[in-house]
């Protein structure tokens, strides 16, 4: 059951990232609407039904996945939140376009980013990998570094007196 | 040598890190500095007497235009295409190209540099930012992204060489970032960044995805295969990047 989990919301994620169905509840990853879910649009119930599963960690909070773990978990107070946290790796999937295999990221219980694999031997063809790109959840991080240039710094010249970019080019 | 010019309704900062006489170091940024005003002069929606102010009064045909002004419209007749008309230049009523001019005015004046033989510098418009070469010390420019809700701090540094980097955020501009399909404030995005091959186009796709709302994170993914790598910060706080996007840790 446990070691279920994972695998489980692996292939959902994978079907729903095959099928271009956008993960609305908590867009841990953003999956592009591919022109592969054109062919596919029968379909879309189902998987939006699955990305919703998968789109929602806290649901599963009480199991622990323990799927097949690929790297060491990051922190350890991370892990009071429920899932895990570490890289898993979902089970490979034949779809009729190729076998496809998902590895999802936890972090502080959440979901913090997902991909999607497409083997390069033995690819159908049908749909191109990289057609199902993703940005990932990133850190927001606050950090004041040395740099040359500050890029969304302002847009107006009165503005531009307080900006970082103005201290700059008065230290040049 | 660094120069910093008002022109265009912000400012615009020049570095030119080029081993060369300060004598044509100084020339370059001249030159580099009259374009701007000869852009500004043809473009702004401020003086009666630009192009982009006759032509909207009829005073002047399309085929009487200039070929910039001719081959601005066309590309922000492209742009709202790819973008599936969430960069308007139209968007407020009436021809307002500037969204693109800004940004293509600087790869422009990049170009020029580079053919005048300044192959490492860089150019900063109001945080819309082209590169080209290695920055000081020969090492790639690092380029801060401002803190989406902090002024004075960073939420990411790039590395670039040649490239553009372009910044749209809500906090600029507050609420006054529509959605050219609905007519209501853009939400759901404070800031995309945008990094690629072209100023006007990163600029262009920035605007564009926070336009979009969050829905722009799906559509900036596809941005990736054309060379233009992102950022983004969703309303409460989420971030996400591309996996190609230049960081420096």
């Known amino acids: 059951m446990r070691r279920s989990t994972a695998a489980a919301v692996g292939t959902l994620t994978g079907a729903a990232?095959?099928?271009?169905?956008?993960?609305?509840?908590q867009p841990a990853t953003v999956p592009v609407s591919s022109a592969a879910g054109g062919s596919s649009a029968e379909e879309p119930e189902i998987d939006a039904a699955g990305a919703e599963k998968t789109a929602e960690p806290e649901a599963t909070a009480t199991k622990k996945p323990a799927g097949k773990k690929t790297t060491a978990p990051e922190k350890n107070e991370e892990e009071e939140a429920g899932l895990k946290s570490g890289t898993y790796k979902g089970k490979a999937v034949q779809h009729t376009y190729g076998t496809v295999q998902v590895t999802i990221k936890i972090s502080g219980g959440k979901i913090t980013a997902a991909d999607a694999?497409?083997?390069?031997?033995?690819?159908?063809?049908?749909?191109?990998?990289?057609?199902?790109?993703?940005?990932?959840?990133?850190t927001l991080k606050k950090q004041s570094a040395d740099v040359d240039a500050v890029s969304g710094a302002t847009l107006t010249s009165g503005a531009y007196a307080s900006s970082l970019q103005a201290a700059l080019d008065k230290a040049a | 040598m660094r120069h910093v010019e008002e022109v265009m309704?912000?400012?615009?900062?020049?570095?030119?890190?080029?081993?060369?006489?300060?004598?044509?170091?100084v020339e370059l940024v001249g030159s580099t500095c009259a374009w701007l005003h000869e852009v500004d002069a043809r473009f702004s929606t401020y003086r009666d007497d630009s192009e982009v102010c006759r032509f909207r009064r009829g005073e002047i045909a399309l085929a009487d235009c200039s070929d910039d002004f001719r081959h601005v419209l066309d590309r922000c007749a492209d742009l709202w295409r790819d973008t599936g008309g969430y960069f308007d230049a139209n968007g407020g009523g009436a021809l307002d190209p500037s969204g693109y001019v800004k940004g293509w005015s600087v790869e422009v004046a990049s170009r020029r540099l580079a053919?005048?033989?300044?192959?490492?510098?860089?150019i900063g418009a109001g945080g819309d930012i082209r590169m080209r070469g290695s920055g000081p010390g020969g090492r790639p420019w690092r380029v801060g992204v401002r803190h989406p809700w902090e002024a004075d701090q960073l939420a990411w540094v790039l590395s670039v060489t040649d490239g553009a980097v372009a910044t749209s955020g809500t906090y600029e501009r507050?609420?006054?970032?529509?959605?050219?399909?609905t007519g209501k404030p853009a939400e759901g995005l404070r800031s995309v960044t945008v990094v690629g091959p072209d100023l006007a186009v990163a600029d262009a796709y920035a605007t564009a995805a926070l336009a979009m709302?969050?829905?722009?994170?799906?559509?900036?993914?596809?941005?990736?295969d054309e060379g233009y790598e992102s950022a983004a910060v969703t309303d409460d706080g989420r971030a996400f990047t591309s996996p190609g996007l230049p960081t420096v840790d």
Do not use: C, M
């Not at chain 2, 053919?115 to 860089?122: E, L, N, P």
């Open chain 2, 174 to 181: 507050g609420a006054h970032v529509w959605n050219p399909l």
């Open chain 2, 115 to 122: 053919d005048a033989g300044s192959i490492r510098h860089y």
């Open chain 2, 9 to 25: 309704g912000t400012v615009v900062s020049i570095e030119l890190a080029d081993d060369l006489p300060p004598e044509r170091l």
């Open chain 1, 17 to 25: 990232l095959i099928l271009g169905v956008r993960l609305s509840v």
């Open chain 1, 117 to 138: 694999t497409f083997p390069k031997e033995g690819f159908s063809g049908t749909i191109n990998p990289n057609a199902v790109k993703s940005l990932n959840a990133s």
């Open chain 2, 213 to 224: 709302g969050e829905s722009g994170l799906a559509w900036l993914a596809q941005r990736i």
